[in-house]
């Protein structure tokens, strides 16, 4: 489970993504010189030029102002950077500053990687990044990562589509609910002359069926007394996913053909006229803004709603810093640079997502009409910690479990009940040997 936006980075050829674990894995960690000089090794995952750009300017821009600690930019890939940190860490060589997602740090926080940031962050980091955003990066009451940017899923849709269709246009302040959506895409087209109210991009269903869930009121995770976590599959976790089986199989509002795709592959057939809507994460909104054809009018609407409102699961990007580096005071100065507020909007612009922070999250240049800007921000507060963002052994659940259970649920092989024995009753034999 990846940044949305940042998933599309397996468009890297293998060979830049081997140059990159290579030069990652080459980093030792800071230097100090015989002046007593530090050198700190920052292992970016930018990989959209605008991102790239925004990231090694700031570098260079605390290089100009510090000449006590140096910064060393390192180019990572979101392809590799799991196992790639594991070899480092494990051989002593990781880099002081990471950057990664907060539903990768579970493993690397628990097996003592990763500093704890508590103490080490100055207060007007900490107060600016709400609650709910800290959550994502706090195992056992420690810190072990600053989130900074973080992707709402949207409905992208086809305006001129929807404007002619005369249904009622959602906003965040009145969004459709999950009912009302499932009527709106059998309003929109019901497959026939290769038509679709929607198309879902469901090659890895399970982050967006739980990040979704989470506006009906599902969480499937449920933590117990003793910290241990088992699966429950009730009657708020089927709201989505009912959803989506039903208007493939059901109404023929949705293609079964995309359930197979991911994001980026859907574009070819919504510019084409075949989709009235795919919901995307809000990144993707760059590739639209420069793929689309000359004339096509498109916008963004918030994802249905439910019992809890707007509510959906993220798991933020982050940065934290190596235990086993010598100098994390320095780092976290660094981190408290980089995340300044003006830099936030830089990076939040430059990877087209939403900053964590409070007062970037203000800027005028994410409120803006232009590429739907304000109805991004809009939805920020209502983001919350990834359900699955703090379970052992979620990655191995996701893969032999869930992975295939919801596309077999999805396509219409597995019916609701199969569904929920699979999730439920194999979902937590997995678990459970990880929390003996």
């Given amino acids: 489970?990846?940044?949305?936006?940042?998933?599309?980075?397996?468009?890297?050829?293998?060979?830049?993504?081997?140059?990159?674990?290579?030069?990652?894995?080459c980093a030792g960690g800071s230097d100090s010189d015989d002046d007593g000089k530090i050198t700190l090794q920052f292992?970016?995952?930018?990989?959209?030029?605008?991102?790239?750009?925004?990231?090694?300017?700031?570098?260079e821009e605390w290089n100009a102002t510090h000449s006590d600690v140096k910064v060393e930019y390192v180019q990572g890939s979101w392809d590799s950077v799991h196992d790639q940190l594991l070899t480092s860490f494990e051989g002593g060589e990781a880099p002081d500053i990471i950057?990664?997602?907060?539903?990768d740090l579970a493993d690397f926080a628990y097996g003592g990687y990763?500093?704890?940031?508590?103490?080490?962050l100055p207060d007007r980091l900490k107060s600016d990044i709400p609650e709910r955003s800290w959550e994502t990066t706090t195992f056992g009451g420690k810190v072990y990562g600053v989130p900074f940017l973080q992707e709402p899923r949207v409905l992208i849709a086809n305006a001129k589509w929807l404007k002619k269709s005369g249904v009622r246009i959602p906003t965040p302040e009145k969004p459709w609910s999950w009912a009302e959506f499932r009527d709106v895409?059998?309003?929109?087209?019901?497959?026939e002359d290769g038509k679709y109210g929607v198309?879902?991009?469901?090659?890895?269903?399970?982050?967006?069926?739980?990040?979704?869930?989470?506006?009906?009121?599902?969480?499937m995770f449920h933590r117990g007394a003793d910290g241990k976590v088992d699966v429950r599959f009730g009657e708020a976790d089927e709201i989505m996913p009912r959803t989506v089986h039903d208007q493939v199989n059901n109404d023929n509002s949705a293609s079964g053909t995309t359930l197979g795709m991911g994001g980026s592959d859907t574009l070819p057939g919504f510019f084409g006229g075949k989709y009235a809507m795919v919901p995307l994460g809000f990144s993707y909104r760059q590739q639209i803004a420069q793929q689309a054809p000359k004339g096509f009018d498109w916008q963004v609407l918030p994802a249905p709603a439910g019992s809890e409102g707007l509510a959906q699961g993220v798991s933020p990007q982050t940065l934290s810093v190596s235990e086993d580096s010598p100098h994390k005071k320095a780092a976290a100065e660094f981190i408290d640079f980089f995340l300044q507020p003006q830099n936030m909007v830089k990076l939040a612009r430059g990877d087209w997502m939403l900053p964590t922070g409070e007062k970037a999250l203000k800027d005028p240049a994410l409120h803006t009409e232009k590429n739907?800007?304000?109805?991004?921000?809009a939805l920020a507060e209502d983001l919350r910690s990834a359900p699955a963002q703090s379970v052992r052994g979620y990655p191995e659940w996701k893969d032999k479990v869930a992975t295939p259970a919801f596309q077999e649920y999805y396509s219409g092989a597995i019916g609701l009940d199969e569904l929920r024995k699979r999730l439920v009753k194999d979902g937590n034999l997995v678990l459970a040997r990880y929390q003996r």
Avoid at 16 to 24: G, P, Q
Avoid at 43 to 59: F, G, R
Avoid at 114 to 120: H, R
């Fill in 1 to 25: 489970m990846r940044p949305l936006g940042a998933r599309r980075a397996r468009l890297v050829t293998a060979a830049a993504s081997a140059l990159a674990l290579l030069l990652a894995g």
């Fill in 199 to 219: 198309a879902w991009p469901l090659k890895e269903p399970v982050s967006a069926t739980l990040n979704l869930s989470l506006s009906a009121g599902g969480r």
């Fill in 99 to 103: 950057h990664d997602a907060s539903d």
């Fill in 114 to 120: 990763l500093a704890d940031l508590g103490e080490l």
């Fill in 43 to 59: 292992q970016s995952l930018a990989w959209q030029k605008e991102s790239v750009d925004a990231n090694k300017a700031l570098v």
């Fill in 372 to 377: 739907d800007w304000a109805v991004g921000t």
């Fill in 185 to 191: 895409t059998k309003e929109l087209g019901d497959g």
